[in-house]
Structure formats: structure tokens, C-alpha cells
């Protein structure tokens, strides 16, 4: 007997705009760009078509980071409250699997550690855990938040070791919340 398993991989589309409300020149981008300025010399408004993208307020995926979904970003600048343009972004991938992460207290996984299966909308309410250093994500992409309640700044997780995020430019930085990225992509 022969079996074909068929996947279907949708493509993630956005695309970004010069000067806001969409206008001037543009860049299509459907993958990872480190550094959008070859592309265009400023980002002031961007339209996710499909799929989900992590921006950067620097190059190589450094800075500040904002999720966006499918919609349109007339003036995402305002509503993001970054003075700077949108230096690099990253395509989040599709994924349809269970999700686990530990959470640690200090950097290098030490400390308490808990492990997390779905959202925590406050570690300190759920945990009694005050700081978050690090890092293990076993399964699934997460987005951490700074402030509880899914607010402040936020970072984007992929599976892998994050032992500091004080040397990944986090230093001073609490994330206190932390949710799936699930179907919305």
C-alpha cells in the first residue's frame, strides 16, 4: 500500500511602505530580512497580507520587537510608539503542536524553574516568581511579555536555550506574562 501525505504550507506575505498610510516605494518581503535598508531607506507603514512577522527597530533582529498579524499598519510607528523606522523582520512559521517551555528565575536556568504548557498572563500571580531570566522552549513559538497581562514590550521565542536575556540586550528587562503564538499565523 502507498500513502502520499499532502501539506499544505501557506505563504506569508507582508509588505512595507516608505512613508505611512502605504505610500511611497515598497518591499514585498515572504521570509526573514535582517536588514531592510538595501530594500528601502525608511518603514514608516506596513500590510501583512498572511501569516505572522516579528519586526525589529534594528538590524539582525535586534531592538525592540512588535507581533503582527493580518491587517494594515498605517502609522505603526504611533501605535507602537518606536521613533525609529522597522530595521529587520522575521517570518513566524506555522505550528500545530503542543507547547512547553520552562521559565527561570536567574540566568543560566537557575532558580525556581516552572514549566508552562499554555498562557500565563502573570508569572508572579501564578508562580509567586518575581523575575524571569532565562529560558528553555521545547515546543512551539511564544511571545514574553514585560508587564502581565500580555502588555509592554514583548519578545519572540522559538525553540531553542535562551540563558540570559540580559546578554541577549534584555538587561534590566522583567518579562512577566507569556503566551502561545497559535492559530493566528
Known sequence: IITTDIIITTQKHIIFYEDRNFQGRHYECMSDCADMSSYLSRCHSCRVESGCFMVYDRTNYMGNQ?????????????????????????????????????????????????????????????????????????????????????????MYMRPGEYRSFREMGYGGTRFMSMRRIMDMC
Not at 503542536?97 to 527561570?104: A, E, L, N, T, V
Not at 501564578?126 to 497581562?149: A, F, I, K, N, T
Open 66 to 154: 512588535y507581533f503582527m498579524r493580518r491587517g494594515e499598519y498605517a502609522d505603526y510607528m504611533s501605535m507602537m510608539g518606536w521613533s525609529g523606522g522597522i530595521r529587520s523582520c522575521r517570518m513566524i512559521p506555522s505550528y500545530r503542536g503542543s507547547y512547553r517551555m520552562r521559565i527561570y528565575e536567574r540566568e543560566n536556568f537557575g532558580g525556581q524553574m516552572y514549566e508552562m504548557m499554555d498562557d500565563c498572563d502573570s508569572i508572579m500571580d501564578r508562580y509567586r516568581m518575581s523575575d524571569c531570566m532565562s529560558c528553555h522552549v521545547m515546543d512551539g513559538h511564544w511571545l514574553m511579555y514585560e508587564q502581565p497581562h500580555y502588555r509592554g514590550r514583548m
